[in-house]
């Protein structure tokens, strides 16, 4: 990356750190879009490591009470049957935000790392292009976590990379996740996830309202995903749209009033009601 590319990036991570996006413009609550009924999985589509696109095996998606609920009670064993339920279109420019719980208990035959670990999964592949036997799609990850109960930190609203790079303070960080600022969240409560994502430019996460981690260009690089098709994980190409998906990997987790403002590019003449969402900057405090 040469030194002008290395300031622009820089520069962009700072204005998306910057920008007031929620608290100056509020758009028309008709404008956003619901992409879960409450009633039914319609809309949707399962792809779990170890069987075919579209099998819900074991159940692992399920809908009561309006609320999705990812579940494992109808596994023999785990297997490293790492789930996603994806939502039927791809996005580019959006607002996505979307509620998250954990709850019940963790898998024992699962990996360590997936205790009260699930995610957001966004610019992803279609699940259609993933073999049998892919265990991860090539996506960013707006990885969820809770507080073990032990004291130790355990930020959420992370950034986690399978199969992919982003641009973090300026450079491709090397990293698979990097932690956001958000405090640690206990217990069975539920938290507010939102992500603001321009292309293949900017990407912002937000925790119940703060602001978490930003970065920008994101692009199909990095490791962690095992057996896909090379015809599609082309290194070094910047992700533009993809699908969004939730993430079962074997701790029961619930989602809900999952929606979407779809943004369609603030550079695209359509979309100059939306332009001050993305333009209008906190002032200086010099």
């Known amino acids: 990356m040469n030194h002008l ?4 990036s820089f520069l962009a991570f700072v204005l998306c750190c910057n920008l007031n996006l929620v608290a100056q413009q509020h758009p028309d609550e008709k404008d956003w879009k619901t992409l879960f009924n409450g009633k039914n999985l319609n809309g949707w589509t399962a792809k779990i490591n170890h069987h075919e696109v579209g099998e819900n095996y074991g159940k692992t998606f399920r809908v009561e009470d309006n609320v999705i609920q990812v579940r494992y009670d109808q596994y023999d064993v785990f297997n490293e049957q790492f789930g996603h339920l994806y939502y039927k279109q791809p996005y580019a420019y959006y607002h996505l935000t979307f509620e998250y719980r954990f709850l019940g208990e963790w898998r024992k035959d699962a990996p360590l790392y ?32 809770a507080g073990l109960d032990n004291g130790s930190p355990r930020p959420t609203g992370n950034m986690c990379s399978p199969g ?21 969240y206990n217990g069975e409560q539920w938290v507010k996830g939102e992500i603001i994502v321009l292309g293949d430019s900017l ?25 896909f098709d090379p015809t599609i994980k082309l290194d070094g190409k910047l992700l533009k749209e993809g699908f969004i998906a939730l993430q079962s990997e074997g701790q029961p987790v619930d989602f809900r009033n999952i929606k979407i403002l779809n943004l369609e590019g603030p550079m695209n003449p359509s ?3 939306y332009r001050p969402y993305f333009i209008k900057e906190k002032k200086s405090t010099k």
């Not at 990407?203 to 057996?227: A, F």
């Open 5 to 8: 590319t290395l300031k622009c």
């Open 114 to 145: 997936t205790i009260k670990n699930s995610g957001v999964m966004f610019h992803s592949q279609d699940p259609h292009t993933m073999p049998r036997d892919q265990n991860w799609p090539i996506s960013i990850e707006f990885q969820l976590l």
């Open 164 to 184: 992919t790079d982003v641009v973090f303070n300026g450079k491709i960080d090397a990293r698979h996740c990097i932690n956001s600022t958000s405090k640690t």
């Open 203 to 227: 990407i912002k996460h937000i925790i119940n309202g703060d602001t978490v981690l930003c970065y920008s260009k994101p692009q199909i690089g990095g490791g962690v995903v095992e057996n």
């Open 271 to 273: 979309s100059k009601k």
